[in-house]
């Protein structure tokens, strides 16, 4: 049976946050009167988000489990979420309740209203957040808006309801490392917005440090926009025209018979020059590396369990909050059909190796 709502949380080391989450989501989901799973992905968590999971699994089975085998970070362990959802429409939702869960209806209810594909979670207060996060988040949409002319809204996260159509779509899309709060708007189907105001994270700490949210951000710009390649070019081309000009006043200089004086000047030039150079290979090698992950066609994420797999009458219901010997199965990002039960085939590899 497919259930009309599908509500794909991503967990890391969440155990503190989880019962509160299991507390605020059920009953809501409960009154919504509609067929719902709410799909965990367990992002390779080390505390005790597993056995937790199993063990709220067993009481409320609306509530599916699934396991990735090591950390694959936030934005890979909503595609393996969105790759295993079954609804008619799947939510997005981060675990620590600073999305929420009661906007779940008026998204649902504003798709339906005005059917449209997407409905995107707009926070329209910030202040929960740190000054620092505020601030880089401002610039970071700002750049990225003029660098690539993508319309994502500045203020909208992975909080987001997707139609079938939309979820299929991102699924098919065959690029790793994708950032989903870009790929989508850049998807371009018809969207509505509903605001929310950002909480205060429940219970817990951020998992997202610096250099991850770095990363988000070089992957988020890299993935859509190959505009700083020209920014590197554009920067060639004004070191080269300042050193013409450099070398044009040498010479008048020299002919004039005053020497150009100047250490300082020299290795000023020099070290600039050479970070210009250095930024632009780095550029490069931030697209290049793009195309040997691409190239490589590893997954981004390995799925080590699926609760609803698992409860399936062949195998029958298990006892242990953590199977000891996992269904090895592996969902590739890409290449992969689904059926229609949402099972997915793929042969597991002999040594699934993580990405760098
Ligand atoms: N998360 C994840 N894998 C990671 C890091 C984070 O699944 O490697 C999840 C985390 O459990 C949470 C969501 O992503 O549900 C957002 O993370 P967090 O709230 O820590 O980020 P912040 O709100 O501080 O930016
Ligand atoms: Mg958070």
């Known amino acids: 049976m497919v259930p009309e709502l599908s509500v794909v949380i991503p967990m890391y080391n969440e155990e503190d946050v989880l ?66 959802a079954r609804g008619a429409y799947v939510v997005t939702l981060d675990a620590d309740l600073q999305d929420p869960p009661e906007v779940i209806p008026e998204m649902l209810e504003a798709a339906r209203r005005d059917n449209v594909d997407v409905v995107y979670g707009v926070r329209n207060d910030r202040s929960t957040d740190t000054w620092f996060k505020r601030v880089s988040a401002q610039t970071f949409y700002r750049f990225i808006r003029v ?107 020299r002919a004039q018979g005053h020497t150009v004086a100047g250490w300082t000047s020299t290795v000023a030039i020099v070290a600039g020059v050479g970070a210009v150079q250095l930024v632009c290979v780095g550029i490069l090698g931030e697209y290049i590396g793009r195309m040997y992950a691409q190239l490589q066609g590893r997954p981004t994420y390995f799925v080590a369990y699926d609760s609803l797999a698992e409860s399936s009458p062949r195998h029958g219901p298990t006892d242990t909050p953590l199977p000891a010997t996992p269904r090895e199965e592996h969902i590739p990002t890409q290449g992969v059909r689904r059926d229609q039960d949402g099972a997915t085939k793929a042969p597991a590899p002999a040594n699934p190796a993580p990405l760098g």
Do not use: C
């Not at 190959?226 to 025209?241: K, M, N």
């Open 147 to 253: 660098m690539s002319g993508t319309s994502a809204h500045a203020d909208a996260g992975d909080f987001r309801l997707m139609s079938r159509a939309t979820v299929d779509a991102v699924n098919s899309l065959p690029e790793h490392n994708r950032v989903l709060r870009f790929v989508v708007p850049a998807l371009g189907f018809p969207s509505d917005t509903v605001e929310y105001k950002r909480e205060e994270r429940a219970a817990g700490s951020t998992k997202y440090p610096l250099m991850k949210m770095i990363r988000l951000s070089v992957d988020s710009l890299t993935g859509i926009s190959t505009a700083p390649l020209r920014l590197a070019t554009i920067a060639g081309f004004v070191g080269a025209v300042f050193a013409i000009l450099l070398i044009i006043y040498g010479l008048v200089a």
């Open 19 to 84: 019962p509160l989450l299991v507390q605020r989501l059920r009953p809501l989901l409960d009154g919504m009167g509609v067929t719902y799973e709410v799909v965990a992905v367990d992002d390779g968590s080390k505390d005790l988000t597993p056995a937790l999971l199993h063990r709220h699994h067993r009481e409320w089975p609306a509530l599916r489990v699934l396991r990735l085998r090591a950390n694959a970070g936030h934005q890979a362990a909503i595609s393996a979420g969105l790759a295993a």
